[in-house]
Nanobody, 117 residues
């Protein structure tokens, strides 16, 4: 079955950096688009970054220029490099996988990112 396991979250000071990882198993990773979404307390989940199976990336306006999504198809892993973190980036970050042939999303369990001094 599809399994997505996120890691790399934690507590970081404003202006700091973190790199999130999402290891995928049970799928043909090269045929999946991958994304990162986040959900802060009391707010709806929002997509922050998305990368197609061919490597084309898109970002939410709130993270453009600060976050970078990239993937390693040999390792079945997608990453989210986060820089210049702000307190408003505090959320649970979820990895998402979508096959290119079907509109269905698979989600990981999430990893907490807290930006605070």
């Amino acid at each position: 079955q599809v399994q997505l396991v996120e890691s790399g979250g934690g507590l970081v000071q404003p202006g700091g950096s973190l790199r999130l990882s999402c290891a995928a198993s049970g799928i043909d990773f090269s045929r999946y688009d991958m994304g990162w979404s986040r959900q802060a307390p009391g707010k709806q989940r929002e997509l922050v970054a998305f990368i197609t199976n061919s490597g084309s990336a898109n970002y939410a306006d709130s993270v453009k220029g600060r976050f970078t999504i990239y993937r390693d198809n040999a390792e079945n892993t997608v990453y989210l490099q986060m820089r210049s973190l702000k307190p408003e980036d505090t959320a649970v970050y979820y990895c998402k996988a979508r096959p290119v042939w079907r509109l269905i999303d698979y989600w990981g369990q999430g990893t907490q990112v807290t930006v605070s001094s």
